[in-house]
């Protein structure tokens, strides 16, 4: 018994010092005032020296927390636990934020670097008017390929994957919406297509291309492809450029036919406690030289129009990232399209993923 | 009578921990599961998911799920008896049976990551194929590599019950069937694994069910060519957001999981 209560006693004492510890550290980096930020981003998504320069330029302390997916953030902010000031979500949980009231409503008089940022990416169908939201990134779904494990090969459509010498070669995202675009935009319907004719057109499609899939996976299809696992991917532009770094045999294409379109936007959430500094950094982060500086140490595309004249000209005129103005117009933004039609996308997913070869 | 009636507050007192965490997460949580199967994904109260589930989309899901749980089972008892038999045998049993467990010890998402690593097209089990003169196959994302994954994973759980009950075989049995004149096999089959059988069956139970509901390692190992129903579940509340349709699909497997309980229980007493 003796034993036991020491055991406890130990467990609780070593708890004290450790919330004393972290409560004395945040104290001596100027964590405890109210003159703070919380920003709540996707891990290895901003270049850390404009944290520092933002700290400096204004004297706000930034406290930078990282998420891995938009359902996990979602959580943390429902749960409200944290004041985060700013967070990061993809377009289709803004719009699910949106109406569910989570997200505070920006003043663009505070924001006048917001003129920076192309017409194209603003006011679309996720947020009209920017009401509540700001692009940060931006990136398109497109294939993945191995130019010395397919022999110099070229892929340039959708349709290409159908290729009966890629026999057992692709991997594909485990993603309802970007597989089932995939087969919709082989037969040229549109990603956000709810007619139930066309869905299951794009579905029976889909199953003449399983002997062409090796795996359905998740975030391993990076690692995957990067170790020349298969020569084909189906992936988001961002991960493309991440492996593309990695293994230089590696190319993206946008495929002509069309493909989806999407963002990561910087919003402030209802757990918000400091809006002035949230706005403050905001417009600190449209900034085009910051823009600049950004995209090329994150490697995703930058919506900000400005920035591009402050980079190097082979990113900005690389079309595989920054696709031509007559690609871009074929490139479609998710629409949340519901509940039931979403159920309806899974379940079709579902039954191409049982599909036998 | 007053210390009677004392003790029988004390016991009850002491039975009241056990009846709240029964009430809170056993049976709290399963009349949930059951609550949410009514509902279609809009909300409102219907049979639809039941309806649903009798499609041959999920027949043959249940189906599947069946068949490789059932692979996984039968495979990890082949193996794990005639081990479990050599492991009471041994010197210092309880060391072997020791390094045995040890690798359950280690968490599943990172044996699974590991085995992708070897079952590559260029890991360790390729490269020794290439050095037998074979050549490179492709074992990921196969039935093999889902078997054979899943059965390292279970079998600890099938060898530690049968260890347990043939350690506890009395040896002046097998003895008295010797100087009866019974060859090896009849003794093995008339005595050993009669005395044994109860090893066997919650070793079953222990793989077979857990089995039933894999879903991490269908998409790791056999990258989601093998969809069983646990899988299905995992996307109906993650993704599709359909709680009515993952929760019915959960029912069906405690119904699935109930019979198989009472099925194999009812033949311990006809022993």
């Known amino acids: 018994m003796n034993k036991l209560v020491r055991f406890f006693l130990i467990i609780a004492l070593a708890s004290a010092v450790l919330l004393f510890t972290i409560s004395s550290l945040n104290t001596s980096q100027g964590y405890s005032g109210g003159n703070t930020l919380t920003i709540y981003n996707w891990g290895d998504y901003i270049d850390e020296d404009l944290i520092k320069q933002f700290e400096k330029e ?3 302390k930034v406290i930078y927390e990282t998420f891995d997916s938009n359902e996990a953030m979602l959580t943390k902010i429902q749960q409200g636990g944290t004041t985060y ?9 803004i719009d699910k934020m949106r109406h569910e009231n989570l997200l505070l409503p920006l003043d663009q008089t505070k924001l006048p670097n917001l003129k920076y940022i192309d017409k194209r990416f603003m006011d679309l169908s996720f947020d009209p008017g920017n009401k509540y939201s700001i692009p940060y990134f931006w990136g398109t779904v497109g294939i993945v390929y ?24 692709i991997l594909l995202l485990d993603g309802a919406r970007e597989v089932m675009g995939m087969g919709l935009n082989s037969l040229g319907y549109s990603l956000n297509d709810t007619k139930q004719a066309h869905l299951i057109a794009a579905k029976e499609k889909l199953d003449t291309l399983t002997p062409n899939v090796k795996a359905i996976v998740g975030d391993e299809i990076k690692m995957l492809l990067a170790n020349e696992e298969a020569s084909v991917g189906l992936v988001w532009s961002g991960d493309a450029s991440e492996i593309m770094s990695e293994n230089e045999d590696l190319d993206y294409v946008v495929p002509k036919e069309g ?4 963002f990561d936007n910087m919003v402030i959430p ?23 500086q950004n995209t090329e140490y994150v490697g995703y595309s930058t919506p900000n129009k400005q920035a591009l004249k402050y980079m190097p000209k082979e990113i900005v005129n690389d079309e595989r990232f920054y696709p031509s103005p007559a690609l871009t117009k074929k490139l479609e933004v998710y629409d949340n399209l519901g509940k039931k039609n979403l159920a309806y996308y899974n379940e079709l997913f579902l039954q191409f993923k049982m599909h036998t070869k | 009578m007053w210390i009677q009636m004392e003790n ?15 009430a809170l997460f056993v049976i709290a949580p399963i009349l949930l599961v059951l609550y949410y199967s009514f509902f279609d994904i809009e909300g409102n109260l219907s049979l639809i998911n039941y309806q649903k589930f009798f499609t041959p989309v999920y027949l043959k899901m249940t189906f599947s799920s069946f068949w490789y749980a059932f692979l996984i089972t039968a495979i990890s008892l082949l193996i794990a008896y005639p081990t479990a038999y050599l492991l009471t045998k041994t010197k210092h049993k309880q060391l072997w049976l020791l390094l045995i467990i040890v690798p359950s010890w280690i968490n599943l998402l990172l044996k699974a990551y590991a085995f992708i690593g070897i079952f590559g097209t260029y890991g360790a089990a390729n490269s020794f194929l290439n050095l037998m003169g074979i050549g490179s196959q492709q074992i990921l994302f196969t039935d093999f590599s889902f078997i054979f994954v899943s059965v390292y994973i279970f079998i600890p759980f099938m060898i530690l019950p049968i260890f347990n009950s043939l350690n506890e075989l009395n040896p002046t049995l097998l003895d008295a069937a010797n100087d009866l004149g019974a060859s090896k096999w009849t003794t093995f089959r008339r005595v050993i694994f009669p005395l044994t059988i109860d090893g066997v069956k ?6 077979f069910i857990p089995a039933l509901s894999l879903f991490m390692l269908t998409r790791l190992i056999a990258g989601n060519r093998v969809i069983t129903l646990g899988t299905s579940i995992e996307q109906h509340f993650l993704v599709t957001q359909d709680w009515g349709m993952g929760s019915t699909i959960a029912v069906f497997l405690i119904i699935i999981m109930v019979v198989i309980m009472v099925v194999t229980n009812t033949r311990k007493r006809g022993v």
């Open chain 2, 202 to 207: 919650s070793g079953c139970q222990v793989v």
């Open chain 2, 8 to 22: 029988k507050l004390t016991k009850n007192l002491y039975l009241f921990p056990y009846l709240l965490w029964i």
């Open chain 1, 85 to 93: 000031d700013i967070a990061v979500p993809s377009e289709y949980m």
């Open chain 1, 58 to 60: 204004t004297g706000i």
């Open chain 1, 146 to 169: 191995n130019k010395k494990m397919l022999n110099g090969k070229n892929l340039t459509s959708w349709n290409d994957l159908w290729d009966p010498e890629l026999q057992n070669e």
């Open chain 1, 270 to 292: 209802k757990t918000a406690k400091h809006i002035e500094a949230a706005h403050k950094f905001i417009n600190f982060m449209l900034d085009p030289k910051v823009a600049a």
């Open chain 1, 259 to 262: 493909s989806n379109l999407w």
